[in-house]
């Protein structure tokens, strides 16, 4: 059977970032590494937290990708759940039809 990747996106506030970001990185059983965004919440569901956002209409968040396995994204959203509990933290898992590295070393390597 063929293992799946998934990619999982977490969205959190902006002032959760180095907190997520440490955890995440603590989680080397299951996150290899991960990629992150600055966003930018809208909705009858965010919470502007702070005058700031008030004014600018909109919550300032981080979007932090990571790809793995399903079974392992399952786990992880497992721990966020009981490390961040009442953070309000978003996240979506979808599938990755294909992951890669493009590096010019190992293709010349193979001419």
Not at 6 to 34: K, N, P, W
Not at 93 to 110: H, L, N, S, T
């Amino acid at each position: 059977m063929t293992v799946q990747p998934v990619c999982l996106t977490v969205i959190a506030a902006r002032s959760l970032r180095e907190e997520l970001f440490d955890y995440l990185s603590e989680q080397r059983d299951l996150v290899s590494g991960f990629t992150a965004s600055d966003g930018a919440g809208h909705g009858p569901a965010v919470q502007l937290q702070t005058t700031a956002e008030q004014v600018k209409g909109h919550a300032d968040e981080v979007l932090v990708r990571t790809i793995l396995e399903r079974q392992d994204a399952a786990r992880l959203l497992a721990r966020l759940k009981t490390a961040f509990a009442g953070a309000r933290l978003t996240y979506w898992i979808m599938p990755v039809m294909e992951f890669g590295v493009i590096d010019d070393r190992q293709d010349k390597a193979g001419i």
